[in-house]
């Protein structure tokens, strides 16, 4: 469906989007109370159109969110990718985990994995996060990942922290990756 490559981690398998991965995202798009962080929660066709979109998004970059899904049950947790929206400044690292998989470090195995892949595969570096001043849990895994707050800024219409991640090639980030990944 998508060109996306195959990303192996401890516990988890990044792959591009699949029809069955719908439903999970649909149920987070529609019920979650994360969406409040990055927009709002959206309606089923909302829902059907950022999917799409994801998968659009692989089409026209070469890149975008891969679906995390834990090895072991091979259930959709969320997505970690890179995108680069419109009026993005440039790609950015992204995540998104779907109710019931937060709390386990998912995102930050999997964060580790893609920045890996994105700086090595795809010369993508350093990459930045932009979140919501008051999405908590996104702050603390940009820290927990080494990002740097860049500045503060105003995109597609929402106030945004940017923030620097490190290059994949950075000490740093090597052994989280190391750690990740094993």
């Not at 149920?27 to 659009?56: L, Q």
């Not at 932009?130 to 597609?156: F, K, Q, T, Y």
Request: with cysteine; glycine share 10%.
């Amino acid at each position: 469906m998508t060109p996306a490559p195959t990303l192996t981690t401890a516990r988890l398998e990044l792959r591009g989007p699949q029809k069955r991965d719908l439903a999970a995202f649909t149920a987070w798009v529609t019920r979650s109370e994360r969406m409040a962080t990055v927009g709002g929660k959206g309606t089923e066709r909302d829902a059907w159109r950022g999917f799409i979109a994801g998968i659009g998004h692989w089409q026209w970059h070469g890149y975008g969110f891969f679906t995390v899904a834990e090895r072991r049950t091979g259930m959709a947790a969320g997505r970690v990718g890179v995108i680069n929206h419109i009026e993005w400044p440039q790609p950015e690292l992204a995540w998104h985990m779907f109710d019931g998989f937060e709390g386990k470090s998912y995102a930050f195995e999997a964060a580790c994995a893609v920045r890996e892949w994105a700086g090595r595969s795809l010369g993508l570096q350093p990459l930045i996060s932009l979140i919501a001043p008051d999405n908590l849990r996104s702050l603390r895994l940009a820290s927990r990942l080494g990002a740097m707050e860049e500045r503060r800024d105003v995109v597609d219409g929402e106030k945004v922290i940017i923030f620097r991640h490190l290059s994949h090639d950075d000490p740093r980030a090597v052994k989280q990756a190391a750690e990740a990944i094993a």
